[in-house]
């Protein structure tokens, strides 16, 4: 394993442990200031957001690597699709807060922009 690789694992595993510390305040969080609807919208939100987050993963590592075939692209369209369905099953008929549902989708995003802040703070030289 090169050097490269190695900070890429350690980026990655620094993204899932913010995620999770994330997702479990923004519970929290939601539970207490607005109650069980809000608490279980943003932990769907997030439950999705992680899903998202590992496919994209699955797909960097496979395209990066010597195995990368066609259907790659067509399995992350399949992906997206039962997201959109989950997105729309929930929208429509769960009883979950969808503000808050939304909100737990940026928990990926809140935690590659820690690892991003993280990473400019500690830089390699």
């Given amino acids: 394993m ?4 190695r900070f890429l694992e350690r ?3 620094r993204i899932w442990k913010a995620m999770f510390l ?14 069980v609807a809000w608490g279980a919208g943003f932990a769907l939100g997030s439950v999705v ?5 590992r496919w994209l993963k699955q797909l ?4 990066g690597s010597e195995r ?3 259907r790659t692209a067509v399995k992350l ?9 989950g997105a729309y099953v929930i929208l429509k008929y769960s009883s979950v807060n969808q503000l808050a549902a939304l909100a737990g989708l940026f ?5 590659v922009i820690v690892e991003i802040l993280f990473e400019l703070v500690y830089a390699r030289t």
Wanted: proline share 2%; net charge negative; charged share 15%.
């Fill in 22 to 35: 994330f997702a479990a305040a923004g519970v929290i969080g939601a539970l207490l200031w607005r109650g």
């Fill in 60 to 63: 960097v590592y496979t395209l």
């Fill in 2 to 5: 090169t050097d490269d690789e």
């Fill in 11 to 13: 980026a990655v595993e």
């Fill in 107 to 111: 928990v990926s995003v809140a935690a």
């Fill in 68 to 70: 990368a075939r066609p």
């Fill in 49 to 53: 957001s992680w899903l998202n987050f």
């Fill in 77 to 85: 369209g399949f992906r997206y699709l039962i997201l959109g369905g």
